[in-house]
Structure formats: structure tokens, C-alpha cells
């Protein structure tokens, strides 16, 4: 695409897999700003490096806000500050990362015991045997 090519709305939503909704709300909160010609919008390369960093912003989990400070370093050469931000939301945001990866790595750690001693139960079973006897059967040994 060069740099005066533009794509339409649902081109843009095709494009990103975004749903018409979700695409006039971020032009609605001013995150996208795409050229309009009577009822149509068009979009441009920064629309769509724009739609890019809001996309990445949102697999990280950062909050359209977040994002807002974001697009704005990006979007014109950033200030020391602004900068200084950033890094702080994203220390904070792979703080929350780690914490939720920990989270499901015990719950992965659970189920797979779960898991475990439910194939021992079953190997534990004779042909035709069901599991209320073989509970029963070990409690007796």
C-alpha cells in the first residue's frame, strides 16, 4: 500500500477481524480518525498503523486509556515524560502478565494431578467395573 492508498470500513474490519461496532467505537473515542467522504470512511497507513497499536496494545491487555497514551508517543515524537509513562504502564502490565501466567500455570498444575488420578482410578478398574465398586474395593484393602 503506499501512502495515498486508503481501504474502506469494511475492508479495514476484514482486514483486522474486528467487528463493525468495535471499529466505529474506536473512531467514536478518537483512537482512529479515518477520512470521510459523505457517509463512507477511508483509511490511510496511519489509520492502520494506528489500528496495528491498538490491536497490540489489546493482546497485552492494557486498557483503551493505556492505549490512548500510547498512540500519542507514537504518534508525534514522544517527550521524555511521555516515555517515562510508558514504560511504567508497561512494567505494571507484564507485572499483571506474570501474575496471571502464574495463576494458570497452578491451575494447569492442578488439573493435570486431577487428571492423573482419574487415569489411576480408571486403570484401577476391571472390564465392566464401575467406579463406585473400585472406590470401594481400595477402601477395603
Do not use: H
Not at 477481524?17 to 483509511?43: A, C, H, M, N
Not at 487428571?115 to 477402601?139: F, H, I, Y
Amino acid at each position: 500500500m503506499s501512502d495515498n492508498e486508503y481501504i474502506g470500513f469494511k475492508e479495514m474490519c476484514a482486514r483486522f477481524d474486528v467487528t463493525p461496532r468495535t471499529l466505529r467505537y474506536y473512531e467514536y473515542i478518537e483512537l482512529l480518525s479515518p477520512r470521510k467522504e459523505g457517509r463512507s470512511r477511508f483509511y490511510g497507513p496511519r489509520e492502520i498503523a494506528r489500528m496495528k497499536l491498538i490491536l497490540r496494545g489489546r493482546r497485552f491487555g492494557f486498557s483503551l486509556e493505556d492505549i490512548r497514551q500510547w498512540l500519542l508517543i507514537y504518534g508525534e515524537k514522544g517527550t521524555r515524560e511521555q516515555y517515562r509513562v510508558w514504560i511504567e504502564l508497561a512494567d505494571r502490565q507484564l507485572q499483571v502478565l506474570r501474575q496471571q501466567r502464574d495463576e494458570l500455570e497452578a491451575s494447569m498444575s492442578e488439573l493435570l494431578t486431577l487428571r492423573n488420578e482419574t487415569v489411576s482410578l480408571l486403570d484401577g478398574m476391571g472390564p465392566g467395573e464401575n467406579a463406585a465398586a473400585a472406590k470401594g474395593d481400595r477402601a477395603a484393602d
